[in-house]
């Protein structure tokens, strides 16, 4: 559980968690199935060129989709449990940075480990091989902004938060009678 939960603040982990979610969301709707640039294992010796290897990908993309759905009714039943307790009212830029950050997290990983470290696909897998490189890079850049600008509406959310949190402490405190 992070530091901000166990003092009635927001649940950092379940905005990662959406995030990471949606970012698998994303990269399996938009990629995977609308424009059909890969698949989970096309670069892994599962082209689409056979009605055999478009079932192996398709089961490999729907576990891949399962997991991301995962990833998003966990950080539902975090923010759900939070939501329940009594809190000072959250700054919406704490879901969202965190939401981005998540994203953002998901990419790099995703990026490093399937695109550059196991091979078994690119993003875009249309273009000609030598040009899969840049799509990749840009891939991991688009992540590492999205994690930045989210670790940066965290940051300026909490501070919202506290500055919420302290008006209502001053509001509570009774004034001195003269």
Same mark, same amino acid.
Do not use: C
């Given at each position: 559980?992070?530091?901000?939960?166990?003092?009635?603040?927001?649940?950092? =982990?379940?905005?990662? %968690?959406? /995030?990471?979610? !949606?970012? #698998? @969301?994303?990269?399996?709707? +938009?990629?995977?199935?609308?424009?059909?640039?890969?698949?989970?294992?096309?670069?892994?010796?599962?082209?689409?060129?056979?009605?055999?290897?478009?079932?192996?990908?398709?089961?490999?993309?729907?576990?891949?989709?399962?997991?991301?759905?995962?990833?998003?009714?966990?950080?539902?039943?975090?923010?759900?449990?939070?939501?329940?307790?009594?809190?000072?009212?959250? =700054?919406?830029?704490? %879901?969202? /940075?965190?939401? !981005?950050? #998540? @994203?953002?997290?998901?990419? +790099?990983?995703?990026?490093?480990?399937?695109?550059?470290?196991?091979?078994?696909?690119?993003?875009?897998?249309?273009?000609?091989?030598?040009?899969?490189?840049?799509?990749?890079?840009?891939?991991?850049?688009?992540?590492?902004?999205?994690?930045?600008?989210?670790?940066?509406?965290?940051?300026?959310?909490?501070?919202?938060?506290?500055?919420?949190?302290?008006?209502?402490?001053?509001?509570?405190?009774?004034?001195?009678?003269?």
């Amino acid at each position: 559980m992070d530091q901000g939960s166990r003092q009635g603040g927001f649940p950092t =982990s379940a905005g990662i %968690l959406f /995030g990471l979610g !949606l970012g #698998g @969301f994303f990269d399996g709707i +938009v990629l995977h199935q609308l424009l059909q640039w890969h698949h989970m294992v096309t670069s892994a010796g599962y082209p689409p060129d056979s009605v055999r290897n478009l079932e192996i990908n398709t089961l490999l993309d729907g576990l891949f989709h399962a997991s991301t759905y995962l990833f998003v009714v966990a950080g539902l039943v975090i923010l759900w449990r939070h939501a329940q307790r009594t809190h000072v009212r959250w =700054s919406n830029k704490l %879901l969202a /940075g965190t939401m !981005l950050m #998540g @994203f953002g997290i998901f990419n +790099v990983i995703e990026g490093i480990v399937d695109h550059h470290l196991l091979g078994i696909h690119h993003v875009n897998e249309t273009v000609p091989p030598e040009q899969w490189i840049w799509w990749d890079i840009g891939f991991l850049a688009w992540g590492a902004i999205m994690l930045l600008a989210g670790g940066l509406l965290l940051r300026a959310g909490r501070h919202d938060t506290e500055d919420v949190a302290d008006a209502a402490i001053k509001r509570r405190r009774p004034t001195a009678q003269a």
